[in-house]
């Protein structure tokens, strides 16, 4: 930044920073900055963090639960043959206003409308804007699934699904079912400025937006006329701070009242602060290594097999978390239903590895790349670190590792278009349900652009996966899970590393705040003494 946006990203922090005795600002020291503040444009818990305060969903999920409850949607009844849902939308919600904005209606269905036909339909007026990929919606599977999304009338939306989806009402508590205001964008595409929909948002959340300095601070007002009503807070300040160090200091000082993702070599002094209160609690989340199958020789299953054995896993998890996560077996972890305890993982064995990539016809040394994610995510504390230690493990079997990293969104853009052989990412569970995990190695995911980073594309993993969703018995779901975890091991598509625990430190005055199990940072309800 030039020294005059420092100056002013300064200023504006320091007006959140010095009214929040007087004015009950909360001050939350996030890890990265948005890429935008439309969910339905990303992917990653950062920008989906920075949008929420200012939007909701027609159904939520209860804070701090994986509970699906009524949000824009007071009620719903779903059809015996589990085609067609109704929802009965609120009347008298409000939406917020801009400097240049002011909304003439309430929200209703129209709103709902445009907001999944947005993603939905090619020929939609903002489908292209900000070069949308509508990637979960495209994962979730939601263009093969959705048959029509009907207007009732103002306050009734008929949505008719070609089959039975067990998890459908929980996919639509994510973010990227968020509801927007069709006026709004209507409003800048004649004012010949769609973009800026994306970047000054407009919601019927519990904050209001007021302005967002990139890679500074982002700043929302209480909305008064919420119509769950107004927050207990005045103000919310996003403090942008990407060094772990930086976020515990701020903490200490009371510079800021919530922070992201502490180191785990802080988390004893924290439990010591009687200024701090530290709360935890097992991740629904798993940290990975995808190996892409479209770079040879990584289209070996043999070679995939080798890369597992020739890491040490045991050392990664006593290095770099800690104390604070458990080796990761399987793709999805052991706190969410349906978890298979009888899969084993693979040994640490770089002498079978070296054996059994001879064997694959791997002539060594052999040089590969290794990418590793440029922030701190809930499911992995240090990506460096972690790549630093695979690629000395790697070397002893003779793949010589480039280390390779990216600016987090451009990062994650090239990882799902499929440059890399090696690379890190993870997940953290969206909505409780294991199809939110299995997904990620679906073949659907395995196009260009989508979230299954290893485009790793088995049918028999598929069909499994496509069966499960049509089934509302939970017992015959988790048979095919656990089939499904088999195979996963068997082909394996990813080095899975861990599962971690979360941990959320806060000021000893900030009250009622909750961790979410999907790794959310939620405010409204939250309050400061």
């Not at 010095?18 to 992917?43: D, I, M, W």
Request: proline letters at 6%; one cysteine or more.
């Amino acid at each position: 930044m030039t020294f005059a946006t420092r100056l002013l990203a300064a200023t504006i922090l320091a007006a959140g920073l010095s009214t929040a005795a007087n004015a009950k600002t909360l001050v939350y020291c996030s890890e990265g900055s948005p890429e935008n503040f439309t969910p339905a444009l990303n992917t990653t818990g950062t920008s989906f963090d920075a949008a929420r305060p200012v939007y909701n969903q027609l159904v939520e999920f209860a804070r701090g639960t994986t509970e699906v409850s009524p949000g824009l949607a007071e009620s719903w009844t779903v059809s015996d043959d589990g085609l067609t849902i109704t929802f009965k939308l609120r009347s008298g919600v409000k939406f917020h206003s801009t400097k240049e904005f002011t909304p003439s209606r309430d929200f209703n269905a129209d709103d709902v409308l445009f907001s999944f036909n947005r993603q939905g339909d090619p020929n939609h007026p903002y489908h292209k804007i900000s070069g949308g990929a509508y990637d979960y919606y495209n994962d979730m599977g939601m263009p093969d699934l959705i048959a029509s999304l009907e207007k009732v009338d103002d306050l009734t939306i008929k949505m008719v699904l070609k089959e039975p989806n067990a998890p459908i009402l929980a996919n639509l508590a994510m973010d990227f079912g968020t509801i927007h205001s069709a006026e709004y964008a209507d409003f800048l595409l004649k004012a010949g400025k769609p973009e800026e929909f994306d970047q000054v948002p407009v919601g019927t959340g519990p904050f209001s937006f007021v302005g967002y300095q990139k890679d500074a601070v982002i700043r929302y007002r209480a909305f008064p006329d919420h119509w769950a009503g107004a927050a207990p807070l005045d103000g919310l300040v996003f403090a942008i701070t990407p060094d772990a160090t930086a976020r515990y200091a701020k903490l200490q000082k009371g510079e800021c009242h919530v922070m992201f993702g502490p180191n785990p070599a802080d988390l004893a002094a924290m439990k010591e602060d009687q200024n701090i209160n530290l709360m935890s609690q097992p991740g629904l989340n798993i940290a990975y290594l995808s190996m892409n199958v479209e770079k040879p020789p990584f289209d070996k299953k043999e070679v995939r097999q080798a890369v597992n054995m020739a890491i040490d896993k045991a050392a990664l998890i006593k290095d770099v978390y800690q104390g604070a996560g458990q080796a990761a077996t399987n793709p999805i972890p052991p706190t969410i239903w349906s978890y298979n305890d009888a899969v084993q993982d693979y040994e640490y064995n770089p002498d079978k590895a070296k054996e059994m990539l001879a064997a694959a016809g791997v002539t060594t040394p052999m040089e590969v790349d290794l990418w590793y994610m440029p922030v701190q995510r809930p499911y992995n504390p240090n990506a460096r670190r972690i790549a630093e230690m695979m690629q000395a493990d790697l070397a002893k079997v003779g793949l010589n590792a480039k280390l390779v990293t990216y600016e987090w969104g451009e990062y994650r853009k090239r990882l799902q278009a499929g440059e890399h052989m090696l690379g890190q990412l993870g997940w953290t569970g969206d909505n409780g349900d294991p199809d939110n995990f299995f997904f990620l190695l679906g073949c659907a995911a395995a196009r260009e652009g989508g979230q299954n980073l290893s485009k790793w594309c088995n049918k028999d993993f598929d069909d499994r996966l496509l069966q499960a969703r049509k089934l509302t018995d939970k017992a015959e779901r988790t048979k095919l899970y656990e089939e499904m975890q088999v195979i996963a091991k068997e082909e394996a598509p990813w080095v899975t590393i861990a599962h971690s625990v979360v941990y959320e430190p806060t000021r000893k005055e900030v009250k009622d705040y909750k961790i979410s199990p999907f790794g959310r940072h939620e405010f409204y309800g939250v309050s400061i003494e």
